[in-house]
Antibody, heavy 118, light 108 residues
Framework: QLQLQESGPGLVKPSETLSLTCTVS??????????WGWIRQPPGKGLEWIGS???????YYNPSLKSRVTISVDTSKNQFSLKLSSVTAADTAVYYC??????????WGQGTLVTVSS | EIVMTQSPATLSLSPGERATLSCRAS???????LSWYQQKPGQAPRLLIY???TRATGIPARFSGSGSGTDFTLTISSLQPEDFAVYYC?????????FGQGTKVEIK
């Protein structure tokens, strides 16, 4: 059964770079047609798509975050990663990694809370 | 960007009642690219419906989806205690993929 697990620091200082990794088990990150993405949810608020990487390596980012986001994949480790630079308190959120098949919905990891604070 | 607007923000109902949740898109969305999710406190969202009306694996038949164009509906025919949660619609017809702001179904 497919499982996705986020990992990374739970506390990041303002102006620094948030870095998270999603480890995929029970399936290959190189599987055709799938996107591997990141979605976040500020405390008590709704869901925001951050960006995704296609199995071919193409990346797609939310324009609202595009200047600060990098998503990459490491097929040898069956992992993909998120980097979000120049963070502020507004970036405090639960960050979810997910597998996405367009038109078939997202399959989510459990999420990890990242707090931006000095 | 396609803005997804859900209504109402909160729905107060009793177990056994019928819940009707609305999702409106700011521009037409192919029904093939409209999904619904359920989220309970402290949990990740769970896929309920994709393609506007197809239930995901393991989702009970009391959940149904309908709609086309800009107007979509999630119906829960008879609310069970475990159905009280927040529900989100989502489109992946156009980038950036977007979610509605959610409808909270609470116990009356």
């Amino acid at each position: 059964q497919l499982q996705l697990q986020e990992s990374g620091p739970g506390l990041v200082k303002p102006s620094e770079t948030l870095s998270l990794t999603c480890t995929v088990s029970g399936g290959s990150i190189s599987s055709s047609s799938y996107y591997w993405g990141w979605i976040r949810q500020p405390p008590g608020k709704g869901l925001e798509w951050i960006g995704s990487i296609y199995y071919s390596g193409s990346t797609y980012y939310n324009p609202s975050l595009k200047s600060r986001v990098t998503i990459s994949v490491d097929t040898s480790k069956n992992q993909f990663s998120l980097k979000l630079s120049s963070v502020t308190a507004a970036d405090t959120a639960v960050y979810y990694c997910a597998r996405h098949l367009v038109g078939r919905g997202y399959y989510w990891g459990q999420g990890t809370l990242v707090t931006v604070s000095s | 960007e396609i803005v997804m607007t859900q209504s109402p923000a909160t729905l107060s109902l009793s177990p056994g009642e019928r819940a009707t949740l609305s999702c409106r898109a700011s521009q037409s969305v192919s029904s093939s690219y409209l999904s619904w999710y359920q989220q309970k406190p402290g949990q990740a969202p769970r896929l309920l419906i994709y393609g506007a009306s197809t239930r995901a694996t393991g989702i009970p038949a009391r959940f149904s989806g309908s709609g086309s164009g800009t107007d979509f509906t999630l119906t829960i025919s008879s609310l069970q205690p475990e159905d009280f949660a927040v529900y989100y619609c989502q489109q992946d017809y156009n980038l950036p993929w977007t979610f509605g702001q959610g409808t909270k179904v609470e116990i009356k």
